[in-house]
């Protein structure tokens, strides 16, 4: 077993330098080596040098040197970088973790170091082609596809790392872009703004897939996330405003060719951070429901779902499809009823209803709609969650009574209990909302000091049993920070008792509590001390 152990700065440069400046194949040999056990007589000599002795075919001395880790030495013939350093740096290591995982750290790192270098590489050469071949700027009267090279032109190149974010680049995409369009004719000029939505939602997708199995892939992941969002909501500013029947009508070729690229983003059934369904759902539900628009699109859906070998993903995405076109003409049950045939259903992909429903103040139909998406709430996320509450809150308001909306957030406890207090102060419903604090076993000290004030000033009688029981819990702790907390909240107690003329009763409880708890010693000192009991 190594004794030695250096500190974990130091452990931590020298994995950098391992990452850094070390091949894989010498990286691999040294792992060996020390896994045979030949890294030996490991020694801290002259406070920064670590020396050891590396019982290769032939024994190799190392010097590491921590404080100039590039001036470390190998008394082999391989040059600076050789494996016998490697072996005694993977030992080092056994104090601060297992070197195994260390290895693959390392391995991925570099090989990911490796694609990238002979990415840039030929991005060069690639952009010394471009260079002579650079697009004009977007034009009225190009199609939308030119537009998307001359987007992906402008970008060439960029990649995200710790320094250059997905915020960055959805940044720099609206001030370098975001302002070729003026001057054009309103219906072209917002669907180049819808282009350069998709844009970015095409690059979040790129750089979603191609950092999966980097290192930065939750940073970069939880960014394209949020990135999408922005867009989603964008998305949902925008089709409004786009003049269908100037696009369907006059602008026919870039409207169908901009129809084709949402289609097979949407109809894939590919893993992606985005929600292209609710982009095609979207514009679908604006487009003129008479003419050829609507059935050739529902025939084409039909077709694709003749097909034998679907993978589950993208039936999934028809199935949705086909079904959005049953809520477009208004038979939600129909809908619904194909919906139920999906192999996945997941809450956020039908608020898209409910805030359609909200929007036209369709109260009973969003109902519908939330009675439906219970299950699949059950395990939604907890933001998903926050939407569907909200979403039902609006419609409950618009019901003669709320007793299935208090069923639901009962039954969905504890994950509803934020959404569910909120209402019951805002409905005046001091006793269950005082109830539920009891049930869910919040101190007095927990609460928000005005949703307390508000309950203590309807009725100070309700707070009395949330106060007892949470000093209990408070001597239950059985130490003297818990009793200078029973001793806070016994004289919260006796202000009500004497505000409610229910002195005596206060009597008799302090008394009781005193013998109850008599063999605590600290507790009687504070109690003594309150002046409480003698």
Known sequence: MLKLQIPKNRIKALARHLRDQFELERLERGWELFHKGLAQDIELKHGLEVHALVRDTKPAEVILNLETIPKSECSCSQGEHCEHQAAVVFALFVPHGRPELLLAQLKQAILVKNRQAQTRQGSTRTAEKKQEQRLEPPAPGQSPGQWQRFFDQQFYGFSLNQQSSIEQFYGAVK?????????????LKELYALQLLLFVMRKIEQFYQETKTSYLSYYIETGCRTVGRQCHDELLTLVPKLDMEALTRKYTAPWKETLAMISEAALSGKESP??????????????????????GERARLAGLLAASDLMPRRRDALIMAEAHFLVIEGDDERARQRMEQLGRREAKDFFLYLHRCYEEEAWDRMLAWLRWLLPAVQRAQQDELRQFCHYWMEAVQRQPSDEEWIGVM??????????????????????????LQMASRVSPLSLYSVDLQTVEREDPALVLPLYHQAVERAIAEKNRTAYATATKLLKKLHAFYKKLNRLPEWEDYIYRLAVKYSRLRALQEELKQGQWIP
């Open 274 to 295: 985005l929600s292209w369904s609710t982009v095609y759902r979207s514009i679908w539900w604006r487009m003129p429901q008479d003419g050829s628009w609507m059935s």
């Open 175 to 187: 001030e370098k872009l975001g302002g070729h369009a003026e001057g054009w004719p309103p219906p």
């Open 410 to 435: 009962v039954g969905l406890l504890p994950r509803t209990y934020p959404f569910y207090t909120a209402y019951l102060l805002k409905a005046k419903r001091y006793k269950a909302w005082m109830d």
